[in-house]
Each structure stands twice: as C-alpha cells, then as structure tokens.
C-alpha cells in the first residue's frame, strides 16, 4: 500500500506545533470540505486532509506515525514492520479512512461501526435527484425511481439498484426534499434501513415559466388584436382556455387567470398572461399602404417623455 | 406503489442516521433547521430537506470545529445562495424566452 505523508498532505513540516498544524488543517478543510465545495476532486481531497489531521491531533498516535515514518516513509511500497502491533487498540474510527490508516490504526471494515457484526446500527439514507415534470404536480403522481444503494456482502461494499415506485405527492416544488421511509441502505444487525430522499427538480418547461406558485407564459399578440382587443387562446397545464385581451392592451400587461397555475399545499396558484405585441416578420405590399395611413392619422409619439427633455 | 412523506416528525427525524435528539434540539435553538407547526415537541414538523441541512451542519460543524452560531450563519448563507441560483436559473429562462425571436 501507498505510504501517507500526512505532514506533506498538510503542507506543514514534521516538527510544526499541534497548534500550527490545526490552523493548516482548517484551512484545508474550508478549502476542501465537500459540503462547501461540490465535485469527487474536493471530496477525495479532504478525506486525505481530514485522515492526516485525525492521525497527528492525537499525540499518541502521531507518536506512533512518526516512527513508522522513519521506517517507512522512503519506500515506494508500503509494508508495516514485522511484528507491528496493530496500535488502534479497537478504537472506533467513524471516518471513512485509507487502507493505510486502517493497517495501522486498525479500522477495518468489519470493525468499522456501520458494518460491525452484531451492532444494530440503522442503513444509510440514499438521496437521489428527481426531475419531474409541472405537469406531473398537479395532482399526485406515480414516478418509476432507479438507484443504488450500499450493500455488505460477506465483507465487501458493493452497490445494488433497486427500482420503486414512488406516488410524488401533488403541490411539490423545485428543491424541495421528499422522503420515502425505509427504502435507503439496509442497516446491521436489527437496526432500521435508511430513507431514500428524492430531491425534486422542475423540468423547465417549453412554455411555462415558474414564479413561486404561479406560472408565466408570454402571450405573442398582433399591434391590431392589442388597439382592438381580441379573445386568444392560450395553453394551460391542462389544456387550453381562451383569454380576453382589452382593446389598447400594452405589450408587458399582465392577465391573471386564477388557479391555473401550480398546485400548492393551500391552494393553487395562478396563471399570469404576460402580453408580448409583435410585428409581422416581413412587410407586405397589402398593408404598408395602411401602416402609413395609421401613421399619418394616430397623433402618437411613443418618445414623448424625451422629446420633452431635450 | 411506495408512498412518500414532505414532512418528518421529531421522533423520525432523530432516528435518522447521524442526527442525535440533543444535536437536533440545539438546531432548533440556534434556527439552523426550524419546526414547522405543533405546540410542543411531539407535534413538530420539519420539511424533508431540513434533515439533508441538519446533517450538513453538523458535518461542518465537526470538521470546521465551528461552534453553532457560526454553523446557523453558514446554513442561512447557503441556503440563501441555494434560492438565489435556483431564482437566478428561472430568471434565466424567462429572460431567454423573452430575447428568443428579437
């Protein structure tokens, strides 16, 4: 197995002050921690931080890491020395640690507490993202779930997929957590399986835009429909309903439908028609001739406000 | 077909791995996780993502050696940011919507 230089690992020299190695160690766990920082690369990088730092806290145990560093620090392969005493003395490491930490401070797996034989500790619980679709939250949902969860078998860790399905209760928002009891990891012994936590993500939608509980949708219409007013049809989660545009509506107007929008634990929220005038994407002999008679005949100046200025 | 819950009870919640009564109880005091509901203890309800908070915190809490004021600032702060990127992602969105055929 590889030897640690936890003194390398904490960028600190072998003889530095317990006090000087906690300031490193600190340091690079703000750096690292993965809680702070998402990525594998963060996560493997403070396991080995926080390995180096539960080793040479202690002074006992660094004592006993700084002989086997003069032994075998220099080596490419690491091998305990003949005869080694295993130092852990059955101390109980709750940390997830290299096999070299194990070999010499004697965590292993089986004597590792999640894993002990004959504790009854309870199972793991297992998160896993789960993207759902506005239209699925209107009402409850069934969701087929896929995922994996840690398994012991005979002593070694390995991962089962497990598939379920999973009635996603109505009204659920994006981010939100929901927990389905009993379906993480198995636990030892008599100990409870964890909880499987599904964390909800709202899949953007083509048309719909979310704001809290209610949702948008931009409403294209024509110069005409907004100066005369129109009924358009527009689309809802569930189905389509036709809306009344106010003759003179402005491009930016808001129209409130109300309980078309997502479902809520009191209640639904509401659509909001947000208008959007548009012009025609090519000009046209037919109607240029009565763009300009309604440019000569509408006395408007839509810059009015900086004519005054200037 | 499983079904599934959007709250935990204190009960629950304790006997969810890693999270101690004491350490969930000092939480609720220093507001890093907060009941919703319910007068006394028995009747609390947390949100579901509150457990994923509370194990966070208490992750950072041992590996920073942080004390619980420090932890309740940090979980605010990045539950703050959290809804602010998920704010931001939507705004997106509309925003591309709206530039969409200009």
Known sequence: MEFKDYYRILGVEPDAETKDIKTAYRKLARKYHPDLNPGEEAEANFKEVAEAWEVLKDSERRAEYDELRKYGGRQEQFRPPPGWQQAGHG???????????NAIFGADLRREGAWAGGVDRGGQDVEIEMPVFLEETVSDCQKPVEYEIPVLEGNQLRHRRKSLKVKIPAGVTDGERIRVKGQGAPGSGSGAPGDLYLHIRLVPHPVFDVEGHNLLVTVPIAPWE????????????????????????????????????????????????????????????????????????????????????? | MTTSTVTI?????????????????????????????????????FDCSSVQWAKR?????????????AVAILVDLMRERESLARENEQLRLRLQRFLAGE
Not at chain 1, 91 to 101: C, K, L, N, R, T
Not at chain 1, 237 to 261: D, F, H, N, T
Not at chain 2, 57 to 69: H, T
């Open chain 2, 9 to 45: 009870t204190l009960e629950e919640f304790c006997s969810s791995q890693g999270v101690s009564r004491t350490a969930l109880l000092e939480m609720v005091e220093y507001d890093v996780v907060q009941p919703t509901g319910g007068h006394g203890e028995q009747d609390w309800k």
């Open chain 1, 226 to 310: 907004a100066a005369l007013g129109a009924r358009v049809v527009i689309p809802t989660l569930e189905g389509r309903i036709s809306l009344s545009v106010a003759p003179g509506s402005q491009s930016g107007q808001k129209l409130r439908v109300r309980g078309k929008g997502l479902a809520g634990r009191s209640g639904r929220g509401d659509l909001i028609a947000l208008l959007k005038v548009v012009m025609p994407p090519q000009t046209d002999a037919a109607t240029d001739p009565l763009w300009q008679e309604l440019a000569d005949k509408a006395a408007f100046d839509p810059r009015a406000e900086w004519s005054k200025q200037s």
């Open chain 1, 91 to 101: 101390e109980h490491f709750s940390g997830d640690f290299s096999d070299f930490f």
């Open chain 2, 57 to 69: 915190a208490l992750r950072l809490k041992r590996d920073l050696e942080l004390d619980w004021v």
